[in-house]
């Protein structure tokens, strides 16, 4: 089945590090990647997509490229601040008839400090 | 446009009992999706919607159901609730079609406490 396996949190950076949050995943055919975000007492938002090998997703500063030889997409931002602060978390979407079900990593909390 | 919302945002029940959890799409968006989010299991799916029929489930009791009406609004059922159902709810919704049809924007959740 599908799977999806992020770093283990928390990750503690100080205002303006550069920030790397590892995901790998496991899937057959070519799923759609999604990171989302979640701050304290909400839901979550999605951050940024990528739906096939090599493509790029950005937003707000993070990037993330989908790795199809590595199976990865792994989260980066090169500068992160105090409001980045949050648990993130790493998904994959394999499209089968139109379903749109989500497999989710177990999440990986940020904490930075300034 | 207004976002995903959800009601009510915090429920206490007791063992036993049963609960309803409702949620409005984003306007225009005809799939709703269901995840239970706990701390030892994390985000896990229970069931999608559109067109008034549930399209995927996942791997949860039948204690656990939902509905779809014709406005698109969606309700879970949550019956004979155990300690162990204690969660954030979380529903979220996608468009039908066009470029961002494979993506869900989810509501703020409901939380559930089972005493």
């Known amino acids: 089945g599908n799977s999806v396996t992020q770093m283990e949190g928390p990750v503690t950076l100080s205002e303006e590090a550069f920030l790397t949050i590892n995901c790998t995943y496991t899937?057959?055919?070519?799923?759609?990647l999604f990171w989302y975000v979640q701050y304290p007492g909400e839901g979550l938002q999605l951050l940024l997509k990528?739906?096939?090998?090599?493509d790029k997703g950005s937003n707000k500063g993070f990037e993330a490229t989908y790795r199809k030889e590595t199976t990865s997409f792994h989260l980066e931002k090169g500068s992160v601040q105090v409001s980045d602060s949050a648990v993130y978390f790493c998904?994959?979407?394999?499209?089968?008839?139109?379903?749109?079900?989500?497999?989710f990593g177990s999440g990986t909390r940020l904490q930075v400090q300034p | 446009k207004a976002g995903v919302t959800q009601t009510p945002r915090y429920l206490i029940k007791t063992r036993g009992q049963q609960v309803t959890l409702s949620c409005s799409p984003i306007?225009?968006?005809?799939?709703v999706s269901w995840y239970q989010q706990t701390p030892g299991q994390g985000l896990q799916f229970l069931f999608e919607?559109?067109?008034?029929?549930?399209?995927n489930k996942g791997n949860f009791p039948g204690r656990f159901s939902g509905r779809q009406f014709s406005n698109s609004r969606s309700e879970m059922n949550v019956s004979t609730l155990e300690l162990g159902d204690s969660a954030l709810y979380l529903c979220?919704?996608?468009?039908?079609?066009?470029?961002?049809?494979?993506?869900?924007?989810f509501g703020p959740g409901t939380r559930l406490t089972v005493t």
């Open positions: 979220a919704s996608s468009p039908m079609d066009g470029p961002s049809s494979y993506e869900q924007y």
């Open positions: 899937a057959t055919g070519y799923p759609s």
């Open positions: 990528a739906t096939k090998a090599d």
């Open positions: 998904a994959l979407r394999r499209y089968h008839e139109g379903r749109r079900a989500l497999t």
């Open positions: 306007s225009g968006h005809r799939s």
């Open positions: 919607y559109f067109s008034e029929t549930q399209r």
